[in-house]
């Protein structure tokens, strides 16, 4: 059974940091680039960041570049997002989405994803 789990999530106050991870299984990690999604309520979804488990590269949306890390531990099946200097506009649902054979030009498709976890900034 394909699974992605997310976790890390909560409230913080603006200029904290949290660290997202999502946890996969089910299917051959190495293939698969990791995307990470938000949606706020009342607005669309929209990419964060993306990795890609073969060559480790990455995606930033621009709104958070130089704030947000993407990382993979491909012996553990999981990716991280290290989201520091938080402000409340990155109050969303994050989700964490596979996509098979990318490569990290954009987010990915999302072939699985996973439940999303609530990240709240509070001002």
């Known amino acids: 059974e394909v699974q992605l789990v997310e976790s890390g999530g909560g409230l913080v106050q603006a200029g904290g940091s949290l660290r997202l991870s999502c946890a996969a299984s089910?299917?051959?990690?190495?293939?698969?680039?990791i995307g990470w999604f938000r949606q706020a309520p009342g607005k669309e979804r929209e990419g964060v960041s993306c990795?890609?488990?073969?060559?480790?590269?990455?995606y930033y949306a621009d709104s958070v570049k130089g704030r947000f890390t993407i990382s993979s531990d491909n012996a553990k099946n999981t990716v991280y997002l290290q989201m520091n200097s938080l402000k409340p506009e990155d109050t969303a649902v994050y989700y964490c989405?596979?996509?098979?054979?990318?490569?990290?030009?954009?987010?990915?498709?999302?072939?699985?994803w996973g439940q999303g976890t609530q990240v709240t900034v509070s001002s």
């Open positions: 990795i890609s488990s073969s060559d480790g590269s990455t």
């Open positions: 089910g299917f051959t990690f190495d293939d698969y680039a």
């Open positions: 989405a596979a996509t098979a054979y990318y490569y990290c030009s954009g987010y990915g498709s999302g072939d699985y």
